[in-house]
């Protein structure tokens, strides 16, 4: 059975002057997903979110979020979500128990603060002042404010841009906690290794539009089917039968290792029986699988970092 | 309407806090108007009083001083609302269910709070150390300058929404409020000026504030001064409501 819709979005516009941020944008999120907007800088990732959100006026589109109507039913609708803004900054000199204090006195709610501190692994800072926190614990304070209330669905935008990948990576384990509590995640990022790595769904976004919806996997299985592998052998003849095998497409050498090239995931059986039968003596044996990274140089044209 | 209100202390409270921490904040604007204050005050003020003359020190040293901290509430609160905005804060704090109107309103209270506090203070110390021995009347003068603080800071609103950066605002808040202190009445009465300065005075709050607060050190009934009153209630409605239109979040 598949979950009930969070996020409805159907035909989403926005222009800013004469530039279209959005056209026509989709984008169904189900309940208890980490769903991921994501493509390059500029491609309209935190003007849909906002618009998701009820920050920002769309120009045309209908947005249903947990049933309510973002613009409508703003005051409704935040009670029961937890953002975090791009780039969001606080007073220089509040203190990150202050800041808990203020969220939990507007947002009326009972969550111990100092709790969810001590969960995201900031708990020694609660009498820092903001201006004093690494970029890592600035990220994790906001997380901290997105959740103080308890909300149902949690919105994060390039919630890790700018951090080192050790914060990074204990951030995804932060974000798969939320999931794991039965929240839904709606993100945005540009970060191709963080969306494969973290989302169970991603959206990939260009210039305004939604260029194709699914999980990771699934994407790549779809665009770019082709499998490089890589055998490591002493057996000079094993590049003539493996060449011969269905479904390969090129077999040739590089540096004493026979490369393989296919066109489906198909192929690899075909490989190991190859391989089983002729007795090669195999040393080392790698499969090449691309990533959302080359999905999107495939459906775009260009490369997510330009 | 408790929400509100409760979201409105806690965050007023902390703002009040926060700029307590500033150490220039508090200093610039509490401490040097009180020290130049009574500095020049002692420096010059039995110097210029001559014979027949009107003294520095005199009712319209108090207007002079109540105007000063005035204005620069309000030239903190136009620099802080960019910065702020600047940094993403607004946007920020707007993001919850904190209503706009309350994050705003914060500020104000925050910047009245600290007006009545420096303008007490440079009274307290101007009696001490200024060696004049008057009735001073600490509510009414109080309360007047808070009152014409409240209309120039919705002033202060219109240009915060004008300055394109942080970097701008302070230089923009000062081009525009300090020269009105030329025009408000202090040292030329407003019906001398030629009548292009007049029109600019009756529109900017400036000119009823100072009438205002003489009138209150004067002791005059606040009925007298229902017109001052009024220009600076129109003032504040028509900046507010611009404010409303122009302002910007982020």
Known sequence: MPAR??????????????????????????????????GPNGAGKTTAMECIEGLRVPDAGRIAVLGLDPLRDVAALQRRIGVQLQEAQLQ????????????????????????????????????????TLSGGQKQRLFIALALIHDPELVFLDELTTGLDPQARRAIWDLVRGIRDRGKTVFLTTHLMEEAERLCDRVAIIDHGRIVDVDSPDELVRRHCPERTIVIQTVDERAIDSLGRVAGIDSAGRNNGQIVLRAHSVEVMTGVFRCLADQQIPVTDFRTFVPTLEDVFLKLTGHSVRQ | MTFGIRGLLALTWLEIKIFLREPLGVIGAVFVPVF?????????????????????????????????????????????????????????????????????????????????????????????????????????????????????????????????????????????????????????????????????????PASYAVSLMRGAWRGDSWLTHTGDLLGLAIIAAVCTALAVKVFRWE
Do not use: C
């Not at chain 1, 939990?104 to 009498?127: C, F, H, P, W």
């Not at chain 2, 901290?69 to 802080?80: E, F, G």
């Open chain 1, 5 to 38: 819709s969070v996020i409805q979005v159907s035909g989403l516009t926005k222009h800013y002057g004469t530039t279209t941020a959005l056209s026509d944008v989709a984008i169904d999120v189900r309940d208890g997903e980490i769903f991921g907007l994501i």
């Open chain 1, 92 to 131: 220089k000199r509040i203190k990150v128990r202050e800041a808990l204090a203020l969220w939990s006195a507007v947002y009326g709610t009972r969550l111990d603060g100092l709790a969810l501190l001590e969960q995201l692994g900031i708990a020694g800072k609660a009498n820092a002042w903001f201006m």
């Open chain 2, 36 to 204: 130049v204050f009574v500095v020049l005050g002692r420096t010059f003020g039995q110097s210029v009083a001559g014979e027949g003359q009107r003294g520095l020190v005199g009712p319209d040293l108090a207007v002079f001083a109540g105007l000063l901290i005035a204005i620069s509430a309000v030239l903190s609160l136009v620099t802080i609302i960019a910065i702020y905005r600047e940094g993403g804060i607004l946007k920020r704090l707007r993001a919850t269910p904190l209503r706009p109107l309350t994050i705003l309103s914060a500020h104000v209270l925050v910047k009245l709070l600290f007006t009545a506090t420096t303008l007490i203070l440079t009274m307290m110390l101007g009696r001490r150390f200024l060696d004049v021995d008057i009735p001073i009347p600490w509510v009414p003068f109080t309360a007047a300058t808070v009152v014409s603080t409240l209309s120039i800071l919705s002033l202060g609103f219109v240009l915060a929404s004008v300055a394109p950066t942080a970097r701008f605002a302070q230089p923009i808040g000062t081009i525009v409020l300090y020269p009105m202190v030329g025009i408000s009445g202090l040292f030329v009465p407003v019906d001398q000026m030629p009548a292009l300065l007049q029109l600019v005075a009756r529109i900017t």
